[in-house]
């Protein structure tokens, strides 16, 4: 796999590793509804949308964009986790075994190329060269979007300044690699990879299991969504292909 970097070998490999544990159960069913939401006042109607679900893992976003009637496709660069995706999913999404930054896919094919919970997971030059290949790969007038983990929420900081607790506690949740992403640092990636003027908007913090149970926290993080809106836990980015 050459030109791969040492981040995404460590990141592919850690969740090659834990891909099973990585596949039990539901991850935060209610953030990929807000979400949705989100992309349906930004996008309008999935249906018969052809859409590629970026570093898909379980494919939990594309699912559920497929419910809703788009034609979806997923890839993930971990072999072992494409695999279980494809068990795991409908026949009818496809799933590929692929690097974000190199789309096995030609140009102008999809209407929206979605990143749930991936970029945070690479270095600035993989986000810009992923983000370049999702452009190369939209139709004129499709939409990009993406979501992860907001640097700016003081929650979000606390949680990955002390990873290593939380990888001890589920390490099939944590990797060690990756780090939260700030609003400003996400238009500036967007902007260096030719989007123009991503629209951004943070949503809330959707709790672990285990976060559930630390009180303290969960108000704490409750009270600084409430009074200061950027400071929500997750940031989502959406821009068109033409920068409307």
Same mark, same amino acid.
Do not use: T
């Given at each position: 796999m050459g030109g791969t970097s040492h981040r995404i070998k460590c990141e592919r490999d850690f969740f090659d590793e834990y891909a099973r544990e990585c596949f039990k159960g539901e991850f935060a069913s209610p953030l990929v509804e807000r979400v949705l939401a989100e992309v349906r006042v930004s996008g309008s109607s999935l249906k018969e949308k052809i859409v590629l679900d970026a570093g898909c893992g379980k494919a939990l976003w594309g699912n559920a964009m497929y419910r809703e009637g788009a034609? !979806? !496709?997923? !890839?993930?660069?971990?072999?072992? !986790? &494409?695999?279980? &995706?494809?068990?795991?999913?409908?026949?009818?999404?496809?799933? +590929?075994?692929?690097? +974000? @930054?190199?789309?096995?896919?030609? %140009?102008e094919m999809f209407d929206i190329v979605f990143y749930g919970y991936i970029l945070h997971h690479l270095n600035e030059q993989d986000i810009i060269n992923s983000l370049r290949e999702a452009r190369r790969a939209l139709k004129k007038g499709g939409a990009c979007c993406s979501v992860d983990p907001n640097g700016k929420n003081l929650y979000i900081k606390l949680i990955h300044r002390? @990873?290593?607790?939380?990888? +001890?506690?589920?390490?099939?949740?944590? %990797?060690?690699?990756? @780090?939260a992403l700030e609003p400003h640092l996400i238009t500036k990636l967007f902007s260096e990879a030719g989007f123009r003027d991503p629209h951004i908007t943070t949503l809330p913090v959707i709790p672990s299991a285990i976060e559930q149970n630390l009180r303290f926290f969960r108000r704490f993080n409750n009270f600084l969504e409430k009074t200061l809106p950027l400071f929500g836990g997750n940031v989502l980015a959406w821009c068109l292909q033409d920068g409307q």
């Open positions: 034609i !979806v !496709v997923g !890839v993930d660069i971990g072999r072992k !986790v &494409a695999q279980l &995706a494809k068990e795991y999913n409908d026949k009818r999404i496809a799933i +590929v075994c692929a690097d +974000v @930054r190199h789309l096995p896919f030609k %140009s002390y @990873r290593k607790i939380g990888w +001890v506690l589920c390490r099939h949740m944590i %990797s060690l690699n990756e @780090r």
